[in-house]
T-cell receptor
Framework: GAVVSQHPSRVICKSGTSVKIECRSL??????MFWYRQFPKQSLMLMAT?????????EQGVEKDKFLINHASLTLSTLTVTSAHPEDSSFYIC????????????FGQGTRLTVV | LAKTTQPISMDSYEGQEVNITCSHN???????ITWYQQFPSQGPRFIIQ???TKVTNEVASLFIPADRKSSTLSLPRVSLSDTAVYYC???????????FGAGTRLFVKA
C-alpha cells in the first residue's frame, strides 16, 4: 500500500514555542491530506483538511491561528502548533488519499507532542 | 456522514475467531464500509473495505447484509498481536473525510 510518513515521531517543546510536524506521501501524490489529534484512550478527532495550493478547511472548534497548516506540494503538508501549551500535548496523525483514486486513506505513524 | 456504533471492548483468546459488529443505520447508497486497526502510539492501518455481501483478504473478512445497516469484521484465529482498537467507518464514494467513531478495543488473551 501507499506510504505516509510523519516527522518527527515524537517531540518535546517548552510552553510558548511553536512546533512543526511534517506529513509526506512517499510514493504517491495527494491533493488532500488530513490532520487528526488523539488523546489517550480516545478516538481520532479530525482537525482539518489540508488542500494543496489553497487554504485548509478546519473542523468546528479548531483554532486555525493556533494550528497552522500548509500544503505546499502534492507530497507534503505541515502542521504548526503555535504558542504551544501543555493542553496541546497529544498524538497528532496525518492521512492522505491517492490523488484521483477512490481508495482508502493511508495514515502516518503519528507524532507524539509533549509540551512542558 | 453516517454514524457508526460498535461495542466499546471485546475479549478473546488466542486461536479463536473474533467477530466485531458495527451498526450504521443511516448508511447512504454511495457509502462504503471501511475498517481500520490501531495499535498504541501508531497511526491506523487499513484492514478491509466493502460495499455489500462479503469481502475477504489475507487478514480478515467483512460481512455486509443486504440492508447494509450493519457490518461484521471477522478476524480468524486471533493472536496476542491482534490486541488493538478496531474502527468501523462509513464514507461516501469519492468523499474525502474520514470520521472515526469510538472504536472497539479488542483484548486477546493467552
Amino acid at each position: 500500500g501507499a506510504v505516509v510518513s510523519q516527522h518527527p515521531s515524537r517531540v518535546i517543546c517548552k510552553s510558548g514555542t511553536s512546533v512543526k510536524i511534517e506529513c509526506r506521501s512517499l510514493d504517491f501524490q495527494a491533493t488532500t491530506m488530513f490532520w487528526y489529534r488523539q488523546f489517550p484512550k480516545q478516538s481520532l478527532m479530525l482537525m482539518a483538511t489540508s488542500n494543496e495550493g489553497s487554504k485548509a478547511t478546519y473542523e468546528q472548534g479548531v483554532e486555525k491561528d493556533k494550528f497552522l497548516i500548509n500544503h505546499a506540494s502534492l507530497t507534503l503538508s505541515t502542521l504548526t502548533v503555535t504558542s504551544a501549551h501543555p493542553e496541546d500535548s497529544s498524538f497528532y496523525i496525518c492521512s492522505a488519499r491517492v490523488m484521483a483514486k477512490d481508495t482508502e486513506a493511508f495514515f502516518g505513524q503519528g507524532t507524539r507532542l509533549t509540551v512542558v | 456522514l453516517a454514524k457508526t456504533t460498535q461495542p466499546i471492548s471485546m475479549d478473546s483468546y488466542e486461536g479463536q475467531e473474533v467477530n466485531i459488529t458495527c451498526s450504521h443505520n443511516n448508511i447512504a447508497t454511495n457509502d462504503y464500509i471501511t475498517w481500520y486497526q490501531q495499535f498504541p502510539s501508531q497511526g491506523p492501518r487499513f484492514i478491509i473495505q466493502g460495499y455489500k455481501t462479503k469481502v475477504t483478504n489475507e487478514v480478515a473478512s467483512l460481512f455486509i447484509p443486504a440492508d447494509r445497516k450493519s457490518s461484521t469484521l471477522s478476524l480468524p484465529r486471533v493472536s496476542l498481536s491482534d490486541t488493538a482498537v478496531y474502527y468501523c467507518l462509513v464514507r461516501i464514494t469519492g468523499g474525502f473525510k474520514t470520521i472515526f467513531g469510538a472504536g472497539t478495543r479488542l483484548f486477546v488473551k493467552a
